[in-house]
């Protein structure tokens, strides 16, 4: 399979406790953004990577969220301290280039926070 | 910053009937205008997607219309089949040699049900 792929697929946590999402965009890209998409809503956008730079994040994305993406490649989310209301789908999309505007999405990770 | 609102929420259609969606957005700098459909427990997948530089595009029995002067577009659906249900999302943004990083700010989803 070439297009986005996301690891885990599902996650189940304490509240209180660390989790980590990885991203692996479709090969070239450069462009790699995350979105957390609750019950009935639309995907949510929280950050951006333009190779391993992170241009832009949302006010959403508070100070228990830590993304990486260290070689330009994959990409990590973490959450730190989970809280109910973490529980979501993160997906994950990228974009070949500035030129080409398309946003091919993962699966998603399902986090539910217990 | 850009807000997009979507409606309706749902929409009942008979097979070969055909469905219209419709969102508006606030940001005039928008120019890149996308439609996702999302069948329950999957990726949203790209059906669609106009630019500002043009008013209408069609493909097949998808057609996306955009009025940048009302801030709005549609998402139109003929002959519609069952395989057409599903949550369609539109979306807007900054996009190409503009820069703005082409974030996306999605609607709220419609979910079509195309009933036999």
């Known amino acids: 399979d070439t297009g986005v792929s996301q690891d885990p697929r599902h996650k189940i946590t304490k509240r209180g406790q660390n989790v980590t999402f990885r991203c692996d965009p479709i090969?070239?890209?450069?462009?790699l953004y995350w979105y957390r998409q609750t019950l009935g809503q639309g995907p949510e956008f929280l950050t951006y990577?333009?190779?391993?730079?992170?241009?832009?994040k949302s006010r959403l994305l508070s100070d228990r969220f830590s993304a990486e993406r260290p070689k330009g490649s994959f990409s990590t989310l973490e959450i730190q301290r989970t809280e109910q209301g973490d529980s979501a789908m993160y997906l994950c999309?990228?974009?070949?280039?500035?030129?080409?505007?398309?946003?091919?999405f993962g699966p998603g990770t399902r986090l539910l926070v217990l | 910053g850009e807000n997009v609102e979507q409606h309706p929420s749902t929409l009942s259609v008979q097979e070969g009937d055909s469905a219209v969606i419709k969102c508006t957005y606030s940001?005039?700098?928008?120019?890149?205008f996308p439609w996702y459909k999302q069948e329950l427990g999957k990726r949203p997948q790209l059906i669609i997607d106009?630019?500002?530089?043009?008013g209408e595009k069609k493909d097949q029995r998808i057609a996306v219309t955009l009025n940048k002067t009302a801030k709005h577009f549609s998402l139109h659906i003929t002959e519609t089949q069952p395989e057409d249900s599903a949550v369609y999302f539109c979306?807007?943004?900054?996009?190409?040699?503009?820069?703005?990083?082409?974030?996306?700010?999605f609607g709220t989803g419609t979910q079509l049900k195309v009933e036999l």
């Open positions: 999309a990228s974009r070949a280039s500035q030129s080409e505007e398309t946003q091919y």
């Open positions: 090969s070239e890209h450069n462009r």
């Open positions: 990577f333009q190779n391993e730079a992170q241009l832009e």
């Open positions: 940001d005039s700098a928008s120019n890149y």
């Open positions: 106009i630019r500002s530089n043009v």
């Open positions: 979306a807007a943004s900054k996009g190409g040699l503009t820069g703005g990083g082409n974030k996306l700010t």
